[in-house]
């Protein structure tokens, strides 16, 4: 089992940053790739980043170049800085966590752009 607690969420107004963190605990050393997603009213959820143990990237067009995904493996941690945030960011934001024949969930934080 892998637990995941998400933070960092709020409202931020456009163009603004906020930064997620995601701490993972339990069985880590199953985890070959971490990610966030997010799902805004109405939509489905979709993926925003990714990073696998060997430090790959992955990005959904709409954030390359605003939003940067990195690790702490000493601390077990996933970030997401998100720069120059849009009112369409607005959703809100799960962290996931990829093992053989699994994947875990964290409860989810808001992220709210508004003006």
């Known amino acids: 089992q892998v637990q995941l607690v998400e933070s960092g969420g709020g409202l931020a107004q456009p163009g603004e940053s906020l930064k997620l963190s995601c701490a993972a605990s339990?069985?880590?050393?199953?985890?070959?790739?971490m990610g966030w997603y997010r799902q805004a009213p109405g939509k489905q959820r979709e993926l925003v980043a990714a990073i696998t143990t060997g430090g790959s990237t992955n990005y959904a067009g709409s954030v390359k170049g605003r939003f940067t995904i990195s690790r702490d493996n000493a601390k077990n941690t996933v970030y997401l800085q998100m720069n120059s945030l849009k009112s369409e960011d607005t959703a809100v934001y799960y962290c996931?966590?990829?093992?053989?024949?699994?994947?875990?969930w964290g409860r989810g934080t808001q992220v709210t752009v508004s003006s």
């Open positions: 339990g069985s880590i050393f199953s985890i070959h790739a």
């Open positions: 996931n966590a990829d093992s053989p024949g699994f994947s875990y």
